[in-house]
């Protein structure tokens, strides 16, 4: 990363390759925490985390908090980072445990938002909709196991053209933190 002028280095999608209870989550917090401090004495910023999914479920042994809380309150701030995707954080607001994560991903941003340098701003629709023999269907995926399904995504568009609430996403951050920063 250093090479090519990168500040941080991480990962894509994050997964539960520890197990879904709070231990498990807090040995990936440790393997989360062992990689950032790495990054840092090599001479980066730290380590990210690129949020797409598993972060905003609920903890299997605690259905009061999510995979982010967890994570959150076990990672060094001084080596771990989170890049929210904005676009799949509003997604699965909506559908994850099917029924949606109950709260606005703004919320984990506007508590923690050196914890949040990174942001991926892309924009799409929340369902796939299809019509099939004259009827108007929306398509659904079971990607965890059949803990909860959510409508496929309708494809990425323009920033400014989905769904995503950007106005309000970053007027709400202004208020507790310089965009810059971000």
Not at 24 to 46: P, S
Not at 61 to 72: A, E, S
Not at 134 to 163: K, N, R, S, Y
Request: hydrophobic content about 35%; aromatic content about 14%; some cysteine.
């Amino acid at each position: 990363a250093l090479q090519v002028g990168q500040r941080y280095t991480g990962l894509s999608v994050l997964t539960d390759v520890n197990g879904v209870t709070t231990d498990a989550w807090k040995q990936t917090a440790d393997d989360l925490n062992a990689y950032g401090e790495r990054c840092v004495k090599e001479g980066l910023k730290g380590f990210y985390v690129h949020m797409h999914g598993p972060e905003y479920l609920r903890v299997a042994d605690d259905p009061t908090r999510h995979v982010i809380d967890v994570l959150l309150a076990n990672t060094d701030p001084r080596y771990v980072f989170w890049e929210m995707d904005i676009y799949w954080a509003y997604f699965f607001q909506g559908y994850v445990d099917a029924g949606g994560i109950g709260v606005d991903p703004l919320q984990w941003v506007l508590k923690n938002p050196k914890r949040f340098p990174l942001f991926h701003v892309k924009d799409g629709h929340q369902v796939v909709k299809q019509d099939v023999g004259g009827q108007h269907v929306q398509l659904a995926w079971d990607p965890f196991g059949g803990e909860g399904t959510f409508p496929l995504q309708d494809g990425i568009c323009d920033v400014g053209q989905g769904d995503v609430p950007f106005k309000h996403f970053f007027h709400e951050l202004a208020k507790v933190s310089d965009l810059r920063d971000h």
